[in-house]
């Protein structure tokens, strides 16, 4: 294979990876909690992630752990897994704590953060160096971004009159401010059946790389697959099993 195809499509796997997704709430969380099971391959290679979503009195924790299965495997390990702990102040959607750590057979990396509101500052360690960065108040990361995403399809309030919300998000060490944009209404199959869902796509000025979600109304706006585009090609990532919590229900069973 080619090196920069095989650079191609371990870029899509590992990108992949940070893609989250979601599922309802009662009068403090929209979103009840879920377990989503995603898969994607790419050139005899698969990637699968597992979202996880709990609730915790005020706080939420939304967790992902994704590897690669294929010839890719036997190169060493390719993982990652990441973890965002929110809170809810004033009705806003606080990042408390993230976290990730991604393995390679190169190199092994991992980031800790935590926010201190009361300085703007997020502070934390990339392979134990400690760093420390000026954040706006509603600094989110990855995971929590897409949690708010998802709360706004739920509540209304991101809507094709209003088609546009701007985030901040953290990643590692620096700050990056994506645009999630609404999309078109399309029907598509999913191991539950058909499903009404909306595009929402996620850009930023910065990077070339574009990533679109599709979010199922009927599901509380579970994402039922995400578009991953680099290097002129698309690649998908797919629902493949769907369980609530509380009690737990394997929808992929009837």
Known sequence: ??????????GFLLALV?????????????I????????????????????????EDVQTRMAMDAHVSGFLRLLGRFELSREALMNRQNGELQLARSRSQQITPRRE??????????RGLA?????????????????????GSLYLIMQRLERSELTRADNRSTVQVLERDRLREYRFEYGERETMDSPIGRLETVRI??????????LSAWFAPELHHVPVRFDYEADGRVFELNLTQLEWHDPIIDLTDE
């Open 18 to 30: 940070a893609l989250p997704a979601s599922a309802a709430e009662n009068n403090t969380h929209s």
């Open 109 to 118: 990396r991992k980031v800790e953060t935590r926010l201190d509101r009361d």
């Open 123 to 143: 502070i934390g360690t990339i392979d134990n160096e400690h760093f420390q960065l000026e954040v706006p108040d509603q600094t989110l990361d990855f995971l």
């Open 32 to 55: 009840p909690p879920y377990t989503a099971s995603y898969e994607a391959t790419a050139l005899g290679n698969t990637l699968k992630a597992r979202i996880t979503l709990n609730h």
């Open 1 to 10: 294979m080619p090196l920069l195809r095989f650079g191609t499509v371990l």
């Open 201 to 210: 796509d996620r850009r930023t000025d910065d990077s070339d790389v574009a």
